[in-house]
C-alpha cells in the first residue's frame, strides 16, 4: 500500500484535519542470518532488518486518547484508551503491544501530555516468525519518542520493547528481535552478543544475489513447549561441564575445548544440544570474517551447517523446514539455505543468484507441496534500515 492510499485511510479513520500534523513511520521485520538458539546459551546471534514491515500513520491529539487502528486487522476497529487506562487488557489484542511500550515510555521518561491517532498497516505475513511484534514495539517506541520529542536512546527502546514481551504481555523471549529492528542497517547483518549488548556491523553487500524467504505456511506449535525443553537440556550441560570448567555458558566454549570436555556431559542427548550451541556460535564469528572479507560462497556454507547442526543435533527443524532447505541445496545458483527462527514452522531463507530467482521459487515450490501437501510463501527480501520516520516519498 503507498502512502497516499495510507493517508486516504487515516484520514478517512481519524477525520481530516487543517494542521497537515500527520506523519508516517517504518518498523522492519527482522531475520536472523545464522546464530540459532545461542542467544540463551550466552552466545552470539547475526541478525539483519528486511524491507518487510510495518507502516504507522500518526497524529497528535488534544486530549487524553489514544487511537489504534489496523489495516490487518479490520474487524477489530478502533481500540481506544487513555494515558491513564495503560493496564494490559486482553479484550484489546493487538494493541496491548502498542499499550504496553506507552506505559513504559512514560514510566521511563515523562508522562506524554496528549494522546494520539495511529493507523497501522503491516506486510509480515502472520505467524511466518519474522518478528511482527517487535516489529509493532518499535514503530509505536521510535513515533511516541519522535512526535512528543522525549529524546530517548534508541537502544533504551530496545530495552523497552523486550520488557513489553517479557513483562506485559509475559511472552520469555530475548533481545534479539527489538535490536536488530530498532538498530538495523542497510545491507548489513549485526554480531550481537545477547548478554551484553555488544555489537559490530558488517558488509552484506549482495550484489547478484537475492535474500529468499521461504514460509512453510505451518504453525509453529511445537516451538514453545520444545524452546522450553532445549534450554533446560542445555542448562543441564553446563551444569555437568562446569563441574570442572570455568565457564559461565556455551557460549564461552571453543570448539576444541567442547570436544576435549564433552565427556564431562555423560549423556548422548545432552551433548548433542550442547554441541550445536557451541558451534553454532563459532559459526557467527567465522560468518561474520566471510562477509568482511567478500567471501559470500563461505557464507552461504556456513548457513548449510547451520541447518544440518539444527536438524541433526537440536531437532529443532521438522519435516517442512527440511524440505525447503533440501529442495534449496539442489537448485542452480543458490550459496546456501538454512531454517530461520525457532523452528518447527515458520520460516527458512536462501541467497540465491538473481537471475535464478524465479525458477528457483517454482522447483522449490513444486517439490514442496508435492513433498507436503500444501504450498510454501516466497518472499524476496531487502536489507534495511530500522524503525524510522519516513518522508513521504520513500515509503513506495
Not at 69 to 94: P, T
Not at 164 to 179: A, C, L, T
Not at 297 to 314: A, K, P, T
Request: proline share 1%.
Amino acid at each position: 500500500m503507498n502512502e497516499q492510499t495510507l493517508l486516504t485511510k487515516f484520514h478517512e479513520i481519524f477525520h481530516k484535519d487543517e494542521t497537515n500534523s500527520t506523519r508516517l513511520f517504518f518498523s522492519p521485520g527482522r531475520i536472523n542470518l545464522i546464530g540459532e538458539h545461542t542467544d540463551y546459551n550466552g552466545g552470539h546471534v547475526f541478525p539483519c532488518a528486511i524491507t518487510y514491515g510495518t507502516y504507522g500513520v500518526a497524529r497528535k491529539r488534544n486530549d487524553q486518547l489514544i487511537q489504534l487502528y489496523s489495516l490487518n486487522f479490520e474487524d477489530q476497529g478502533i481500540i481506544q484508551f487513555s494515558l491513564d487506562e495503560l493496564d494490559f487488557q486482553k479484550s484489546d489484542g493487538w494493541g496491548n503491544y502498542a499499550k504496553g511500550m506507552i506505559r513504559y515510555l512514560q514510566e521511563s521518561t515523562a508522562k506524554l501530555p496528549h494522546g494520539f491517532d495511529l493507523l497501522i498497516e503491516g506486510n509480515i505475513p502472520n505467524g511466518a516468525g519474522l518478528s511482527s511484534s517487535a516489529s509493532l514495539e518499535m514503530l509505536v517506541g521510535v513515533i511516541v519518542t519522535e512526535m512528543f520529542d522525549l529524546h530517548s536512546e534508541r537502544l533504551d527502546l530496545v530495552k523497552l520493547g523486550q520488557k513489553v514481551e517479557n513483562q506485559f504481555i509475559g511472552v520469555n523471549s530475548g533481545i534479539m528481535d527489538q535490536f536488530a529492528i530498532g538498530m538495523g542497517k542497510e545491507d548489513c547483518g549485526i554480531l550481537l552478543n545477547c548478554q551484553t549488548l555488544e555489537y559490530e556491523y558488517s558488509p552484506l553487500k549482495l550484489d547478484d544475489y537475492q535474500i529468499i524467504i521461504m514460509n512453510t505456511n505451518k504453525r509453529r506449535e511445537l516451538a514453545d513447549s520444545k524452546y522450553n525443553e532445549r534450554r533446560k537440556e542445555c542448562e543441564t550441560a553446563l551444569e555437568r561441564l562446569q563441574q570442572k570448567l570455568s565457564i559461565e555458558s556455551l557460549g564461552d566454549l571453543t570448539e576444541e575445548q567442547f570436544e576435549e570436555n564433552r565427556h564431562l556431559i555423560g549423556d548422548d542427548i545432552l551433548e548433542k544440544r550442547a554441541k550445536h550451541a557451541v558451534y553454532e556460535n563459532q559459526r557467527t564469528f567465522k560468518a561474520f570474517k566471510a562477509l568482511n572479507n567478500g567471501e559470500l560462497n563461505v557464507f552461504g556454507q556456513l548457513m548449510n551447517e547451520s541447518h544440518y547442526s539444527l536438524r541433526d543435533d537440536y531437532e529443532v527443524t521438522g519435516t517442512e523446514l527440511d524440505a525447503l532447505a533440501e529442495a534449496a541445496w539442489e537448485q542452480d545458483g543458490v550459496i546456501g539455505a538454512r531454517m530461520t527462527g525457532a523452528g518447527f514452522g515458520g520460516c527458512a531463507i536462501a541467497i540465491v543468484e538473481t537471475e535464478k530467482v524465479q525458477a528457483f521459487i517454482e522447483a522449490v515450490g513444486r517439490k514442496y507441496a508435492e513433498q507436503i501437501g500444501y504450498e510454501a510463501t516466497f518472499y524476496v527480501a531487502s536489507i534495511g534500515d530500522g524503525t524510522k520516520e519516513l518522508k513521504l516519498e520513500e515509503s513506495r
